[in-house]
């Protein structure tokens, strides 16, 4: 029972310690999506990013159209079990060639893939690396210790948001940023590009 007392006692005594140690916190929230979506530059990187996505859509409907026909051909006019032999063989070179260029195909769509999903993510490191000063000056002006994202809040008071803040600031501070990522430095392996769709099967032989 001794021990227990002094335990409280002790308790009692570092409680007060640590509460003045210890600031209360102020928190603030931004939504980093919609800042990024609603800012000024992103918009602008938008514009200028729409003609490398319309011509890569446009691109791909056209391989698949153009692939899909030949690939029909192929397969109409693939030769009968009893074929002679040479042609048997013409038609098997048509295919690898088919293969080959429909590979080709693949790999320039993903490169073309990679380069704007490359561009898109130097435009949102760009955005937010620029808010960042933004939101410590806005966290120094409300006497805010913590900044947290509202995306990961479950609720919230409106008060405390200043997303709308942060954005009209940053569309002063920056309102264009540039779509060109820096190169890779030498020996950096590149990135995995996203799969893209393939635009026609092979014929079946």
Known sequence: MKKI????????????????????????????QEMIATSAAAKAAQTELKPKADALNARLSQLRTSLAAEEKTLRDTQPA????????????????????????????????????????QWVVKQINDGAQPIISLIMRERGANIAVDEQVTIQHAAAIDITADVVARLDKALPKVSITPPAAPVGTAPAAPAPAPAPAAPPRR
């Open 5 to 32: 007392l002094i335990a409280l006692a002790l308790a009692s005594v570092s409680a007060p310690v640590l509460a003045q140690q210890l600031p209360a916190a102020v928190i603030v929230t931004v939504d980093r």
């Open 81 to 120: 079990q009893a074929a002679a032999p040479a042609a048997v063989q013409a038609w098997q070179a048509k295919v690898r060639d088919f293969d080959t260029r429909r590979g080709q195909a693949d790999q320039e769509l993903q490169r073309r893939q990679q380069e704007i999903q490359a561009s898109e």
